[in-house]
């Protein structure tokens, strides 16, 4: 079993940068899928990115696309999420998943498919 808490979150202005964490403990994560997911107020939980447990392969939402990266160290059990040029639409509650995975490339893109979830960090982007 693994504990998920992010961390990172706060208030920025638009176009300005931010790097969430997510620190797991448990055994295992570096065989952990794991996926950002967010939700915005009065709007259901959305898909941000995800990240196989190689590192060698990362998916996003087209929302996101060429402004937020995931990264993961294993050695420190820890997924980022870098968050560049940031818009007033990103604001959001933003909480990291992870899934047990038996392929080192697979990631994953639906919230059913994850097995636990971390508490979420928030994220505000405002002038």
């Known amino acids: 079993q693994v504990q998920l808490v992010e961390s990172g979150g706060g208030l920025v202005q638009p176009g300005d940068s931010l790097r969430l964490s997510c620190a797991a403990s448990?055994?295992?994560?570096?065989?952990?899928?794991m996926g950002w997911f967010r939700q915005g107020p009065g709007t259901e939980r959305e898909f941000v990115g995800a990240?196989?447990?190689?590192?060698?392969?990362?998916y996003y939402a087209d929302s996101v696309k060429g402004r937020f990266t995931i990264s993961r160290d294993n050695t420190k059990n820890t997924v980022y999420l870098q968050m560049n040029s940031l818009k007033p639409e990103d604001t959001a509650v933003y909480y990291c998943?992870?899934?047990?995975?038996?392929?080192?490339?697979?990631?994953?893109?639906?919230?059913?498919?994850?097995?636990?979830w971390g508490q979420g960090t928030q994220v505000t982007v405002s002038s």
């Open positions: 998943a992870a899934k047990p995975s038996t392929s080192s490339w697979k990631y994953y893109l639906s919230e059913s498919e994850y097995d636990y």
């Open positions: 448990g055994r295992g994560f570096s065989r952990y899928a």
């Open positions: 990240i196989s447990w190689s590192t060698s392969s990362t």
